[in-house]
């Protein structure tokens, strides 16, 4: 594996970090037009759409399970 081949999937996720603050909730559909679009040349077109529709899941399901938890930690009573 080349140099430039080991950075292209951080490469592949930084844009869709980065640019739809302005442009798109939680980078959606510009995340994974910039993994498909850097990850297709290594995996093919086929399993870069795979991996950035499972990287979405991914991240919305720990996103949620974070949620959960802290909506589930216990409230710390005020002092009087």
Known sequence: MTLANRYRPI??????K??????APAGLLVREAALIGLLS???GSGDAVILAAASRIWLTALEVLAAI???????VPEAP
């Open 11 to 16: 490469a592949s996720y930084t844009p869709g």
């Open 18 to 23: 980065v640019l739809p603050l302005q442009f």
């Open 41 to 43: 040349p290594l995996l």
């Open 69 to 75: 938890f802290v909506i589930a930690l216990p409230t």
